[in-house]
């Protein structure tokens, strides 16, 4: 559900930053998920959906016109659309394994950083002083 959402976070913010867009058409085969976005009690995704609903509400207020809408797509019906997506996507992990066509920005951690915890806490918090090398050790 987190991932879901997520994609249409950033799917939802792309199109509101699209000059001249007025309507915004969320296809996706989790509508349940959707509908978080207009949940306002507190939930484990509240985040993302306060993020989303900014983003909307300026859109919004750009053109009383503007809309958004969302269809609701099985990816059970095998639409020509979801088994592309599929595709690409399976390419691209297979793609990211190979390490010479991840580029110079990805550290192998295997031989770079060992997770490890300093007292109880989280290992990730050691890198929150530098956005970049916390962006390649996640």
């Given amino acids: ?10 799917g939802i913010n792309q199109a509101v ?4 867009s007025s309507c915004i058409i969320i296809i996706t085969d989790a509508i349940h998920v959707a509908q978080r976005i207009f949940n306002f009690s507190i939930h484990l995704y509240q985040l993302q959906s306060i ?14 016109d503007n809309s958004i809408e969302f269809w609701d797509c099985s990816s059970k019906k095998k639409w020509h659309l979801h088994m592309l997506v599929d595709k690409e996507i399976k390419e691209w ?15 192998n951690s295997c031989s770079v950083i060992k997770p490890f915890y300093m007292k109880g806490g ?4 050691q890198f929150r002083f530098s956005n970049s090398l916390c962006a390649q050790a996640t």
């Fill in 17 to 20: 930053q699209i000059p001249g």
């Fill in 1 to 10: 559900m987190k991932v879901e959402l997520f994609a249409i976070r950033c």
């Fill in 122 to 125: 989280l290992w990730i918090e």
């Fill in 93 to 107: 992990h297979t793609s990211f394994k190979m390490l010479n066509l991840k580029g110079r920005n990805f550290l």
């Fill in 51 to 64: 993020t989303i609903s900014k983003n909307l509400q300026e859109f919004f207020n750009n053109h009383l």
